[in-house]
């Protein structure tokens, strides 16, 4: 008889967070286990996006609208690659310091009521399940959860590339180079409305109140392909069909932190 339970893949600190907030009730298993078919439920695939194509596969076909993408960095060409495009997915806002510590809410001096968000077949189910810890979540529609991943990718790609250039934290640059990084993000949101995104006003207010609450962040261009390297391939695109790079800031930042290499125009 099928049973309806959670599965979580990943053990790490956001899989056991789940794991726990569900009372120990769902299935856990790491990133290299069999998905269970013998249960019907969501599967909270909270693993780094580098395990998502082994995890996709070894899914039964039957199970794989059921998958929960809770990954930083832009998933959307990857998952519409396996037709996965209509998935749930939650934008991750809280902190879990080290396994087994309690989680620290996304919520900011600009958005009190918290920062985290699911879109999706089962986002009622993720935000209940946070609930459970006392954790906000808001489900959003489609075209709002959107601009909301486009935002978060936002301030992946812009603190991190401003930190690593000057060996900072994600508070620091706040503090220290904030003008420096309002400009990327201004690029990068003008970047993103060419794709068709349309955002909320106060993206920079929102980005560097969330920075402050995690100013002890490291910062490092990392996971590459799924993070800046989603603006870098727009701009790639439009310099080798000769036109403006539509993203020039960004673009000379990542040639001085020797993550791309320089163009020859």
């Known amino acids: 008889m099928v049973q309806r339970r959670d599965v979580i893949v990943g053990r790490g600190r956001i899989g056991s967070l789940l794991y726990e907030l569900g009372g120990r ?16 439920g969501p599967i909270y695939v909270c693993t780094r996006n580098d395990a998502l194509a082994s995890i996709i596969d070894k899914t039964p076909a039957s199970r794989r609208e059921d998958l929960v993408f809770l990954q930083n960095g832009m998933l959307e060409p990857f998952l519409q690659s396996y037709a996965l495009q209509d998935n749930t997915m939650g934008l991750i806002y809280f902190a879990v310091a080290k396994l087994g510590e309690p989680p620290i809410d996304g919520k900011t001096d600009v958005n009190p009521e918290g920062l985290t968000a699911v879109n999706g077949k089962w986002a009622n189910d993720f935000a209940a399940l946070l609930r459970n810890g006392q954790l906000s979540c808001k489900v959003l529609e489609k075209a709002v959860f959107r601009a909301s991943m486009y935002e ?21 640059v706040e503090q220290s180079h904030r003008q420096e990084v309002t400009e990327l993000i201004g690029e990068l949101k003008r970047a993103s409305e060419g794709l068709g995104i349309t955002f909320q006003d106060g993206m920079v207010e929102r980005l560097c109140s969330y920075t402050r609450s995690v100013s002890h962040f490291p910062t490092a261009v990392k996971e590459f392909e799924w993070r800046n390297g989603f603006f870098w391939d727009l701009s790639k695109q439009a310099m080798d069909g000769g036109r403006a790079d539509p993203c020039p800031i960004h673009t000379r930042l990542l040639q001085q932190v020797g993550a791309v290499p320089q163009m020859q125009r």
Not at 25 to 40: C, F, M, N, Q, Y
């Open 25 to 40: 009730s769902g299935v856990l298993v790491g990133r290299d286990d069999p998905i269970p078919a013998d249960v019907e």
């Open 152 to 172: 978060k990718l936002i301030w992946i790609a812009a603190f991190m590339l401003v930190g690593t250039k000057y060996g900072v934290t994600v508070g620091e």
